[in-house]
């Protein structure tokens, strides 16, 4: 089975690229989320995250890999998000994202070739350029879907990183104990 269908052809390329990815690296607004910037009356910020797209993080951990958060703007709510799902490494307010692309990269040891970065706005098309595998929702400005490698069939905060990690997962072989981990713990499971 092809786990590259829809727009994204499997070639010899996208496979050795996606083969190689370790650390995932994800924008928020527009990515992890819908792109809304909610507001209450006080002035408190809030944001809808996809429970699909949590799960994946969650397995996608589970299996050694390693996932970054780097974002522009900060959000009290996206600290939330990653403490529930074991995120450890989360860069906010920072807008300029090569630099704390780099600062990920030294906190984990990873490289470039061994990352994945998601983003969908042009803040973000200089890291397109850097990582081992562009990413970015099926919304994504047309610049940055110029220039992804991959190119989600889902909307941002709609299942778009779910969508790649599955993706990334079966590729790599280790979907399966993603899945047969639901088994085993059915009753201590959340995202």
Same mark, same amino acid.
Request: include cysteine.
């Given at each position: ?31 992890? *989320? ?15 995250? =996809? ?28 600290? =939330? ?89 079966? *590729? ?20």
């Amino acid at each position: 089975m092809n786990p590259w269908n829809h727009q994204n052809e499997l070639t010899d390329e996208l496979l050795a690229k996606a083969s190689k990815i370790r650390l995932i690296v994800l924008d928020v607004d527009g990515v992890l *989320t819908d792109g809304v910037i909610g507001m209450d009356d006080d002035g408190r910020e809030f944001k809808h995250f =996809h429970v699909r797209d949590g799960s994946a993080l969650a397995g996608w951990i589970r299996t050694g890999r390693q996932v970054a958060i780097l974002s522009g703007r900060f959000a009290q709510c996206v600290e =939330h998000r990653a403490r529930d799902l074991k995120i450890p490494i989360v860069i906010q307010g920072n807008p300029q994202k090569i630099n704390g692309l780099l600062q990920i990269l030294e906190q984990t040891g990873m490289n470039l070739d061994q990352t994945c970065f998601m983003g969908d706005d042009l803040p973000d098309l200089p890291l397109f350029e850097m990582v081992g595998l562009a990413a970015c929702p099926a919304d994504a400005v047309e610049e940055i879907r110029t220039k992804a490698h991959f190119i989600s069939q889902n909307r941002g905060g709609q299942g778009a990183v779910h969508d790649l990690l599955s993706r990334l997962m079966k *590729t790599q072989g280790i979907w399966q104990d993603h899945v047969q981990w639901y088994f085993e713990h059915a009753s201590s499971s959340g995202a």
